[in-house]
């Protein structure tokens, strides 16, 4: 029998000592793509472990959805031989990875120079709020303290001044930063397999969610002296928004000249072929805000299933709006069997969504469901060689913990 095929990570350790959800998820990322993910938590375990309904403690959604694929060690640094159990795992990693302020881990031993001194070719990925040579470094960040200070929070209000600063409604500054974490990681790995040598990298979540919503918001003001307003204007526009028909929402999204004028003619909208909107890109963009209001005056004449079809047959962009609740059953989503059900051995039958990106020659894969806390305590520890009387020893004194699912 053939062997089957490991991911791109298969052999790189990760010490994954993160909380929330920016650092489990970039460390779920590496996971996926074949890495050995050790999560690393206190007794107090990681909030997230709590966020939500469960049939056994420590298993919440949250914490299902960003932590399969990992092996769990729980150690209380305050008591004696915890810190030296972490020391022998360091040893065998590739990855220090961790959102713990920088006071608070150099008070730890865990700085990068103390983590270097353990293993020196480490990359050591510090995921911090904002960046440390910055006005706000060290400051506590949080998804909705990021979302604030990004701007992201006062995007509706490009569209309407009169509107409150309103949060997105998806933990989408943690997200997005776990990205960045996840593909720094990787790069500094890059670097470590040409060179040998390691590195110190740090992800502030500030600048990272910054770059992120700013890439088409900076718009005018990407010039000096500014050519314009902040915003793209086809994005803040009060039009631009999904469409009511006669039994539901539909999104259509027409791009070219010549995709605007038949969406248009298909609603009854008499368009010449001459019509000046419609003639060059720079026109259309001058008129968005006008054009979509005339596709939100039409759009109820026909139900989705027809606007579907008559739009897909012309190749015009078109999807129905789902909720939130449609996407189990979602056609598209269904066909690549996107949300796996599971079955985990304490929590029963469970929904894991597989990772998206395909690769032809070292596929991700789900190898493991997330751990319960300090579920894998003394394997680990016996990797690293430890002695299973030492092991015994840490255990009664507290310095190693593990909470089974029905404690």
Request: net charge negative; glycine share 8%; hydrophobic share 40%.
């Amino acid at each position: 029998m053939a062997e089957p095929k490991r991911g791109p990570l298969d052999g790189v350790r990760v010490v994954d000592m993160s909380t929330v959800l920016l650092g489990p998820y970039a460390g779920q990322i590496m996971g996926d793509l074949g890495a050995d993910v050790i999560r690393v938590e206190s007794p107090k375990a990681d909030m997230t472990r709590w966020a939500g309904p469960s049939a056994h403690r420590g298993f919440s959604p949250i914490f299902m959805n960003c932590n399969r694929n990992k092996r769990s060690l729980c150690l209380d640094l305050k008591k004696d031989g915890a810190f030296e159990a972490l020391v022998e795992i360091i040893r065998t990693a590739d990855v220090f990875l961790h959102n713990v302020r920088l006071e608070a881990v150099e008070r730890l031993g865990l700085g990068y120079d103390a983590v270097r001194a353990i293993k020196p070719d480490i990359v050591y990925v510090h995921c911090v709020g904002f960046g440390s040579e910055g006005a706000y470094a060290g400051r506590p960040a949080y998804d909705d303290i990021v979302q604030a200070a990004a701007g992201a929070v006062s995007l509706n209000r490009l569209i309407d001044p009169d509107e409150e600063p309103r949060y997105i409604a998806t933990l989408a500054a943690d997200k997005t930063t776990g990205l960045h974490a996840a593909y720094a990681t990787l790069a500094a790995l890059f670097h470590r397999e040409r060179t040998g040598e390691g590195q110190f990298v740090e992800v502030p979540m500030l600048e990272s969610f910054t770059s992120f919503l700013m890439i088409e918001h900076m718009n005018g003001h990407t010039w000096e002296p500014p050519q314009g307003d902040y915003g793209y204007h086809r994005i803040i526009n009060i039009n631009r928004k999904p469409y009511r028909t006669k039994d539901g929402f539909i999104c259509i999204m027409p791009y070219s000249t010549d995709q605007w004028r038949a969406a248009l003619r298909l609603g009854g909208i008499p368009i010449a072929d001459d019509d000046p909107r419609l003639q060059t890109m720079g026109g259309l963009a001058r008129h968005f805000r006008e054009l979509y209001g005339l596709l939100a005056d039409v759009t109820g004449t026909r139900t989705s299933d027809e606007w579907m079809t008559l739009l897909s047959d012309l190749d015009i962009p078109v999807m129905r709006v789902n909720q939130v609740e449609d996407l189990k059953t979602e056609e598209h989503l269904s066909s690549v069997d996107f949300f796996e059900q599971r079955e985990h051995p304490s929590e029963g039958i469970w929904r894991s969504m597989r990772q998206p990106v395909k690769f032809s020659a070292t596929p991700a894969s789900v190898r493991r469901d997330p751990p319960g806390l300090g579920e894998h305590n003394r394997e680990l520890l016996l990797e690293a060689g430890m002695s299973p009387d030492r092991i015994a020893q840490l255990e009664a004194s507290g310095a190693l913990h593990h909470l089974a699912p029905t404690d």
